[in-house]
């Protein structure tokens, strides 16, 4: 499945999401005050100035983009399509496992291409980490659209019991990770 090249970068940009607040957000470009060349960068921030919620700076305005629009400040849409892959019929668990699958494959991918370091690849690395933050973004609508039932129910948090029993050996020493090894393997 290779269709990093089928898709333009400019075909994956993706649109920006509302604020939670319920005002529009807008992608801003500004010339970096930190850097000599005067560099630009990108963030997206709220229209309403009472809220003045804002994303993370970023390179490249794609990702100001994306990282809006996972992050807890952006308000997310019921249903949306990703460019370069069709989840249309797919029950939750299918897509949050395709969306897994793509995210190992586009990783794996990032990591050939770094250790490759072939001049030509710069256009091919932009897209695919493109890709990977699309799908970042898409697992955390599935997480939320789709939850699984251990994300619904939570298991009880233990309450701390200070010290270790007497006799115990103490969490996070090599005695302890022995023992409860040794517990699971009894169980």
């Keep these: 499945m290779n269709d990093t090249n089928d898709k333009p970068i400019y075909e994956l940009k993706p649109e920006i999401n509302f604020c939670t607040c319920g005002c529009e957000a807008r992608l801003v470009k500004e010339r970096s005050a930190e850097s000599e060349k005067g560099k630009l960068r990108y963030v997206v921030r709220c229209l309403d100035e009472i809220?003045?919620?804002?994303?993370?700076?970023?390179?490249?305005?794609?990702?100001?983009?994306?990282?809006?629009?996972?992050?807890?400040?952006?308000?997310f849409p019921d249903d949306?399509?990703?460019?370069?892959m069709n989840l249309a019929g797919l029950g939750g668990e299918e897509i949050r496992?395709?969306?897994?699958?793509?995210?190992?494959?586009?990783?794996?991918?990032?990591?050939?291409?770094?250790?490759?370091k072939v001049s030509g690849n710069a256009d091919d690395m932009k897209i695919s980490r493109l890709q990977l933050m699309?799908?970042?973004?898409?697992?955390?609508?599935?997480?939320?659209?789709?939850?699984?039932?251990?994300?619904?129910?939570?298991?009880?948090k233990a309450e701390p019991t200070g010290s270790p029993a007497a006799g115990s050996p103490a969490a996070g020493t090599p005695a302890a990770g022995i023992l409860a090894s040794a517990q699971m393997q009894e169980a």
Excluded: H
Aim: overall charge positive; glycine content about 2%.
């Design 51 to 75: 809220c003045g919620q804002q994303g993370r700076y970023t390179q490249y305005p794609w990702q100001a983009i994306l990282e809006w629009n996972k992050s807890p400040m952006s308000e």
């Design 134 to 156: 699309w799908i970042i973004y898409a697992q955390s609508w599935a997480k939320l659209k789709f939850p699984r039932e251990e994300e619904l129910n939570p298991p009880p």
């Design 97 to 116: 496992q395709r969306l897994n699958e793509r995210r190992v494959e586009l990783e794996q991918k990032i990591k050939q291409l770094r250790a490759d």
């Design 80 to 84: 949306f399509n990703i460019p370069f």
